[in-house]
């Protein structure tokens, strides 16, 4: 948290606050649904112009297709050693898989690391599993062969299935020096008028099978720590990318039909940084 603390001439200072944003399933290639590098669309720069001596970290992790799930969490800790004090401690938000990434950094039974961290807020992080996966694990292995691309998606994809995570929540316990939070998702063609078109078919096999989802995660799935709710927004919409004709279009006049923008600056300022 920003903090007041003293100089060396008793002038009151501000202790600046260490922000990371870990992103989720992809890595910082061109992604085939977002099509962009910006992964969470616009925030840094949005969080740097709102908020006093805020240090944004942004770490570029491989898709978790590349590497397992277990290997991405050690880049982390490099990013924290390499950039926050060792007097300082960092507050990380982490978008599905980005949430699960930084659970593991934390937990005394992964890299054990709650000591530099104050907080974990997870969004849209599948921390009991994802329906979908347990869909497509078994048969995207079995027909991996046929496109060399679909190899890495099927050992990732493995990760969220439902029994992986419930295995995953036995063995990673959170770390009792970190605050965790979370927040999920929800999405609609029938309540919110629009969906990203990924989730068109995704959707309502989870809402049949597992109640609101945001396409990907279920809300239940969503819950870890204190549960600060469910936002109107598809899984995509939770870091800013529109997939919807329908919403492009309301994005494209100024009118988003979710302010992932206000989102962040809301989680942030709730952390304690001080405003501008």
């Known amino acids: 948290m920003l903090a007041q603390g003293a100089s060396s001439n008793g002038i009151a200072r501000l202790i600046p606050m260490f922000l990371m944003l870990c992103h989720g399933f992809p890595g910082f290639q061109k992604d085939p649904l977002l099509g962009v590098v910006d992964y969470f669309k616009n925030v840094p720069g949005h969080l740097s112009k ?8 942004l770490p570029e992790l491989p898709n978790v297709g590349a590497i397992p799930l277990a290997q991405r969490a050690p880049i982390l800790s490099g990013e924290i050693a390499k950039h926050v004090p060792a007097s300082e401690r960092v507050h990380i938000i982490g978008h599905s898989a980005g949430g699960i990434d930084a659970r593991l950094l934390a937990s005394p039974a992964g890299l054990n690391q709650g000591h530099r961290i104050a907080s974990i807020t997870t ?35 493995r990760d969220f299935t439902t029994a992986s995570m419930a295995q995953f929540n036995r063995d990673v316990i959170d770390h009792p020096q970190v605050a965790y939070q979370s927040f999920g998702g929800t999405t609609g063609l029938l309540t919110r008028g629009v969906i990203g078109v990924p989730f ?12 609101m989802n945001d396409g990907w995660v279920s809300v239940a799935s969503s819950r870890h720590g204190v549960f600060r709710g469910a936002v109107s927004a598809d899984h995509a919409e939770l870091i800013g990318h529109e997939l919807s004709p329908a919403g492009e279009f309301f994005a494209a006049l100024g009118h988003p039909v979710f302010d992932h923008l206000t989102f962040y600056e809301q989680i942030v300022a709730s ?4 405003r501008r």
Do not use: K, M
């Open 200 to 211: 068109l078919l995704t959707h309502p096999i989870i809402l049949h099978r597992e109640g």
């Open 50 to 57: 709102t908020f006093r001596d805020i240090n944004v970290l």
């Open 123 to 157: 969004v849209g992080s599948p921390h009991h599993g994802a329906l979908i996966a347990n869909i497509l694990a078994n048969p995207t292995a079995e027909f991996a062969f046929l496109l060399p691309g679909l190899q890495p998606f099927a050992l990732g994809i």
């Open 271 to 274: 952390l304690g940084a001080a």
